[in-house]
């Protein structure tokens, strides 16, 4: 491994160093420059946890009405512009309902939502994520080998979701493809093609599901898409039409699927390195110690490692002066390691004090609409996982993360064992 920086002079977030381990790199910030500009790139990385709380808490200053440099990016290039809007019109408009919007409009929004993504719900899905949990590892168990997040931590919350939403089976690698095509269409590391080809699957993924919508108007079904149809049948709020819906269905897939991935590889490497734990992960009879392992691998593995505000005046943070119109990005990775708030920041320590004040799934009006279900899935999978794999190790001597800085996930996890 690398020595730790020395200096932020020169930071690059994409540097191989960085993407390989950001870790020293946010304590060397924390230190010395807690809330940091990126040399050239015209952002803020703010990486205390204090800090961090205070820009959520005041949501007047720091705006959620982003358009980070992923999603700029995903413009795609001048040279395919005018072919990626024709495509685009041809169907829903994309309206800002929850990550990209602040209040009031958020407010409503959030509202509606929640009553559709209740904990009653959630918990109807459990039958579904222990089904697909079992199918999955039933395909690699017997033969002493897999790579974990290609066999497993990518097409568990895929599946889950498409459960949720009443895909049928048959469509299920349509709705996969759905789910590429909308993270691609986003995506800063995308041929033009290839983006032409994504934006083409979200008109799918919207006339499908506008249409799914028409039926469940027509009969309702105790089911998901029926409570979001029916959200503003509670008091006079102005029900979601068409496009609103759609514009969260699509965010499900956005927010939901990459996150929950690492949330289950990333706990299986660190299950896999720490063996006692492993142990009573497969022996744990209440899910008590389990759920203690998902809480501590969210606070050391943030899947979203920060998220992006826009500073609407100006103002001062952590003793820096920021412009109107800057963009920061509150660090929620470095956050859950700031030693002001736990003690070993660095160590894997399930059922430490506390732990359930990580960052990971944000805080305030934003806290992540599908923790409980990613919760859910993780505390279904892991001890599954460790029963059917009793000896894992891992199967190589580097780990290879996707080139993201906000999105930091393991490409692979290539796993050994004695097959069950
Ligand atoms: C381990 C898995 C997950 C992680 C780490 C995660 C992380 C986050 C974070 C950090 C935020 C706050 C954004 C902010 O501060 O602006 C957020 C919001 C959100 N998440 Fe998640 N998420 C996960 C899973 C899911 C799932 C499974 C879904 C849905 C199926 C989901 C849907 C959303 C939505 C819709 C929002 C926006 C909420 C709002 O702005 O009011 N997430 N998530």
Redesign the pocket.
């Known amino acids: 491994m690398d020595a730790d920086p020395e200096t932020l002079a020169g930071f690059d977030p994409f540097a191989e160093q960085v993407i390989a381990d950001p870790v020293p790199w946010y304590a060397l910030m924390r230190q010395e420059q807690p809330v940091f500009r990126v040399p050239g790139a015209g952002f803020y990385l703010v990486t205390r946890y204090e800090d961090v709380v205070a820009a959520?808490r005041d949501t007047e200053t720091f705006s959620?009405r982003f358009t980070s440099p992923g999603l700029a990016l995903g413009r795609g290039s001048p040279a395919i512009q005018e072919e990626l809007n024709a495509i685009l019109a041809c169907g829903y408009p994309r309206t800002p309902t929850?990550?990209t919007?602040d209040p009031p409009a958020?407010t409503r929004f959030?509202r509606l939502v929640s009553r559709a993504f209740t904990p009653r719900r959630v918990s109807s899905w459990t039958g579904a994520i222990d089904r697909l949990s079992d199918e999955l590892i039933g395909a690699f168990a017997g033969r002493g080998s897999v790579e974990l997040v290609a066999e497993f931590a990518v097409p568990l919350?895929i599946g889950v979701?498409a459960d949720a939403l009443g895909v049928p089976r048959e469509m299920q690698p349509t709705f996969r493809k759905w789910t590429d095509d909308s993270t691609d269409l986003i995506g800063a590391d995308v041929t033009d093609e290839r983006r032409l080809d994504a934006a083409r699957g979200l008109v799918e993924f919207q006339t499908y599901f506008a249409a799914e919508l028409a039926d469940r108007r027509r009969s309702p079904r105790d089911d998901f898409l029926t409570d979001l149809l029916q959200s503003g049948e509670l008091d006079d709020t102005r029900p979601l039409d068409t496009p609103e819906m759609l514009s969260i269905l699509h965010?499900?897939l956005v927010?939901?699927n990459e996150?929950?991935t690492?949330?289950l590889a990333e706990s299986m490497r660190l299950l896999v390195a720490s063996p006692s734990d492993y142990g009573r992960v497969a022996a744990d009879g209440d899910g008590s110690f389990t759920a203690a392992v998902v809480e501590e691998a969210?606070r050391l593995c943030?899947?979203?490692q920060g998220?992006f505000r826009v500073v609407t005046r100006d103002t001062v943070l952590g003793g820096v002066e920021l412009p109107a119109g800057a963009t920061a990005i509150?660090m929620?990775a470095s956050a859950n390691r700031d030693e002001a708030q736990w003690p070993d920041p660095d160590s894997f320590c399930p059922g430490r004090d506390g732990v359930r004040h990580h960052l990971?799934?944000?805080s305030g009006?934003?806290?992540?609409?599908?923790?409980a279900?990613?919760r859910a899935e993780a505390q279904a999978a892991l001890p599954r996982l460790c029963r059917a794999l009793p000896d894992a190790r891992l199967a190589t001597d580097t780990l290879d993360y996707k080139p993201s800085f906000v999105l930091r996930g393991l490409r692979s996890l290539p796993l050994t064992f004695t097959p069950t």
Do not use: E, W
């Not at 009006?365 to 923790?371: K, L, P, Q, T």
């Open positions: 959520v959620n929850l990550l919007n958020h959030r919350p979701i965010q499900l927010a939901g996150t929950t690492t949330l969210l943030a899947p979203a998220m509150l929620y990971s799934f944000g009006i934003h806290f992540c609409v599908g923790a279900l990613s």
